[in-house]
């Protein structure tokens, strides 16, 4: 079956210093997902992707959608405390059912102040 | 309500027992899902509803789990004779339609299975 990859699992910045995750499918993907998920909340939508190579910006963080459709990054600027949180992708299988997201595991990010 | 309602919050249970988790989806909306978060892990896919359609069950780890949807608004996941592996944040999220839309959670039911 289809499976989306997270990479790294884990990730310690400094305040101040830049952050990036990586998501890779099996499958080429129709859609990507970008959410969040605070300490103790539920995961909370940030953004999709839809076009080959696609790249999307909300302020200091910055999304691509790989040509081939198969991988995608999320990249934050200058991290914040306020971006601690586990970052997943999930992403949608081109051809087949058009509302089952397949999400990664997640990357915890935790920035020291 | 505003958003996707779930009870209960958390739940503790006795291994053998079964439970029953309700999730209120976003008004109007005809997608609902469930997931199943474990701790530190990703989101697993339990089952879809759409609209009348048949429901996608393709997720749901054994047949001690079962979900309806009444009235194609609330819905209830069923764990019959809880395991200790069953213990985990369960997920509803609604969607309008399903293709292609966000999803949006709610705060989920954590189940702790002694």
């Known amino acids: 079956g289809q499976q989306v990859m997270q990479i790294p699992q884990y990730q310690h910045v400094q305040e101040g210093e830049d952050f990036t995750t990586y998501c890779n499918s099996s499958?080429?993907?129709?859609?990507i997902q970008w959410y969040k998920q605070r300490p103790g909340g539920h995961p909370v939508f940030l953004i999709q992707?839809?076009?080959?190579?696609e790249v999307k910006k909300q302020k200091r963080l910055t999304f691509q959608f790989g040509e081939a459709k198969k991988n995608s990054s999320l990249h934050i600027t200058a991290t914040q405390t306020t971006d601690v949180g586990t970052y997943f992708c999930a992403g949608r299988m081109s051809g087949g059912s058009n509302y089952k997201l397949t999400f990664g595991k997640g990357t915890l990010l935790t920035v020291n102040p | 309500g505003a958003g996707v309602s779930q009870s209960p919050s958390n739940k503790v249970t006795e291994k053998g027992k079964d439970v029953e988790l309700r999730c209120d989806p976003i008004?109007?909306?005809?997608?609902l899902y469930w997931y199943r978060q474990s701790l530190g892990q990703g989101l697993e896919f339990l089952i879809y509803f759409q609209g009348n359609s048949a429901p996608d069950k393709s997720g749901l780890p054994s047949d001690r789990f079962s979900a309806e949807r009444t009235g194609g608004s609330v819905s209830t996941l069923t764990i019959q004779r809880t395991q200790q592996e069953d213990s985990a944040v369960y997920l509803c999220?609604?969607?309008?339609?399903?293709?292609?839309?966000?999803?949006?959670f709610g705060e989920g039911s954590w189940l702790t299975v002694v």
């Open positions: 992707l839809v076009k080959s190579g």
């Open positions: 008004s109007g909306h005809t997608a």
């Open positions: 999220a609604s969607s309008p339609h399903g293709s292609g839309n966000t999803i949006y």
């Open positions: 499958t080429t993907l129709s859609n």
